[in-house]
């Protein structure tokens, strides 16, 4: 079988002690009801009748009880039992290093800080570019190492623009540079972006689009510098 099993729930055994309570209880003699006169029986035969149906009825008690103390020791083991269980970690193993943890050298170890900390800057735009392309949040996340909790915030929190700044030349405009931002989503998140690359830049105008740019897309934000006296 391909899905995973549930694990049985604590009302499941409960269930089953009653069960077996209840089959244990079925088989003793009812105290209120008188007992019916027994049938003339050959005193040895009647004698040999009732040892052999005491002997059954001990033997079942005996069992009915160590099944009802087994059910009830795995109720207190799932209750006492941690919620998040995992096996204790491994050193990890960096895959293009070949190495575990333990064998890192000093060089080594400042060299994947420092990729870490490029890649952690990254992550944001990365997320974004992969689900414009239609990869799915699962996927973006195993490719990237993190949770897809971690995706699915990134795609709420966060929003993707690519810009282009240009230039007065004469009657026409030329490219100054273009490239892209991650910001946080907000209202006006796109109209600061503007401003703030008109202001750096020195360029009289920015053309922003939400997500890549493409050549037919119309820009979503056209801020153009006002001209001097």
Avoid: C
């Amino acid at each position: 079988m391909s899905g995973k099993r549930a694990p049985l729930s604590d009302r499941w055994f409960i269930d089953q002690i009653h069960a077996v309570a209840q089959q244990f209880l079925r088989s003793q003699p009812d105290s209120r009801m008188p007992d019916a006169p027994p049938a003339p029986l050959a005193p040895r035969s009647g004698h040999e009748d009732l040892s052999a149906r005491a002997a059954r009825l001990s033997a079942q008690r005996a069992r009915l009880e160590q099944e009802e103390a087994a059910l009830q020791a795995d109720v207190e083991r799932l209750n006492h039992a941690p919620r998040d269980s995992a096996p204790a970690p491994r050193p990890a193993v960096v895959p293009e290093l070949d190495v575990s943890a333990d064998d890192l050298t000093l060089t080594e170890a400042g060299r994947i800080r420092r990729a870490y900390k490029v890649a952690e800057a990254a992550l944001p735009r990365l997320v974004l570019e992969a689900a414009a392309d239609g990869l799915e949040a699962p996927a973006i996340a195993r490719d990237l190492a993190v949770t897809p909790s971690y995706v699915y915030r990134i795609l709420r929190e966060r929003v993707r623009y690519s810009w282009r700044l240009d230039v007065r030349d004469g009657g026409a405009w030329t490219v100054h540079s273009s490239g892209q931002h991650v910001v946080e989503r907000a209202l006006g998140s796109g109209v600061r972006l503007a401003e703030q690359l008109l202001a750096e830049s020195g360029a009289d105008r920015v053309l922003l689009w939400e997500g890549p740019r493409t050549a037919d897309t119309e820009a979503a934000l056209d801020l153009t510098r006002p001209e001097g006296p």
